[in-house]
C-alpha cells in the first residue's frame, strides 16, 4: 500500500523514535527499514525476540550483495528481524563508512520496499527511517518511490526555519518547483512535529503558515507528544503501559489521520509510482 520515509534536516528531533512509533500502531503490517546512510540505532537500544541483542550484519548490510543481482520485494524478509513485541526491522548500517555499499543500489531498495505492499505471499507496508538528510544524502534516492515524505521536527525556531528550508528544497528537486498545495505532488511532502501535546495545536497552525507562505508544497500532517518516558518504554529501557504513553498515544492518532486522509489514494495503482492495490490484513 505504501512506503513512508521519515527523514529529518538537522539535530535529533528523534526521527528513529518516530518511525517506530507509527510502525507500532500502524493498522497493516509494517516493515521498519532504518535507511540512514550514518548508521542505525536499532541494533543499540531495542532486543530482538528471543531476548538477545540484533544481528548487526542481517540487514541494510546483508542486502547490498543481493541487491546488487536485483532485488524481488519478498527478498527482503530474509534479511529482517523481529524486535521484542514482534515489530519487524531491516536493521541499519553500523557505520557510515559501510555505507558505499550501497552506492549504486538506494533506487532499487526505493522499488522493493514500494512494491512490497502488492506481495501475493507477505504484503506489507515500509516505514523508511532515513534518519537526518542533505541535499548529498544518498537515502533521498528512495523518495521518488515514496507515497509519502515525513519531516521530523521539533519546534524551536530554527528547527522550524530548517524544516520549512529542507521541504522547499525537497519540492524542487522532486516536483521541479514549489507547490502550492501538498496534493498536488508525488510523493507528498509532510511534516510532523514533535512537541508539547497542550501547546501543538497552536504550534501547527503557526507551521502550516510558514509552510505555505514559503510555497513548500508541504504542510504538517500531526504531532508526536515530546515524551522522553515514552520514547524509554518503546525502546525497552524504562517499564510501563507503553500503550496509555503520550507517545503512543499521539503516533497512533497520526497514523489513523494519515489514512483517513491518504489511504484511498495509497490504494489506488493510478495515484502514484509507489501506489499497490490493498492486499494483505492489518496487524
Known amino acids: 500500500m505504501a512506503l513512508i520515509a ?43 525476540a528471543h531476548g538477545g541483542p540484533l544481528n548487526p550484519n542481517t540487514g541494510m548490510l546483508s542486502i547490498a550483495a543481493t541487491a546488487r543481482r536485483g532485488l524481488v520485494p519478498d527478498q527482503l524478509w530474509d534479511h529482517t528481524q523481529p ?66 515524505v515525513l519531516l521530523i521536527s521539533r519546534t524551536e525556531p530554527e528547527a522550524i526555519a530548517r524544516v520549512r528550508d529542507r521541504a522547499a528544497a525537497l519540492s524542487a528537486k522532486l516536483h521541479g518547483g514549489p507547490r502550492g498545495a501538498a496534493t498536488l505532488a508525488t510523493p507528498l511532502i509532510g511534516v510532523v512535529l514533535i512537541a508539547d501535546p497542550g501547546n501543538s495545536g497552536k504550534l501547527v497552525h503557526q507551521v502550516n503558515e510558514m509552510l505555505m507562505a514559503a510555497q513548500t508544497g508541504a504542510r504538517v500532517v500531526g504531532t508526536l507528544a515530546d515524551d522522553p518516558a515514552g520514547a524509554d518504554q518503546l525502546a525497552g529501557r524504562k517499564r510501563g503501559r507503553l500503550d496509555k504513553s503520550m507517545l503512543i498515544r499521539s503516533a497512533r492518532k497520526v497514523t489513523v489521520d494519515l489514512y483517513q486522509q491518504y489511504g484511498a489514494a495509497w490504494a489506488n495503482p493510478a495515484a502514484g509510482p509507489a501506489a499497490g492495490p490493498t492486499a494483505g490484513a492489518g496487524r
Do not use: M
Open 6 to 48: 521519515l527523514a529529518a534536516d538537522k539535530g535529533s528531533p528523534g526521527v528513529t523514535t518516530a518511525a517506530v512509533a507509527l510502525a507500532a500502531v500502524w493498522p497493516r503490517r509494517v516493515l521498519v527499514a532504518e535507511t540512514d546512510p550514518a548508521g542505525g540505532d536499532l541494533v543499540y537500544r531495542s532486543a530482538a
Open 83 to 148: 524486535l521484542s513485541g514482534g515489530l519487524e526491522v531491516l536493521v541499519g548500517l553500523g557505520t557510515s563508512e559501510q555505507a558505499a555499499g550501497l552506492v549504486g543500489i538506494w533506487p532499487t531498495l526505493g522499488r522493493a520496499f514500494a512494491q512490497l505492499a502488492d506481495s501475493p505471499n507477505a504484503p506489507a507496508d515500509v516505514i523508511a527511517d532515513c534518519g537526518r538528510i542533505a541535499g548529498d544524502s544518498p537515502a533521498i534516492e528512495l523518495f521518488p518511490h515514496a507515497n509519502l
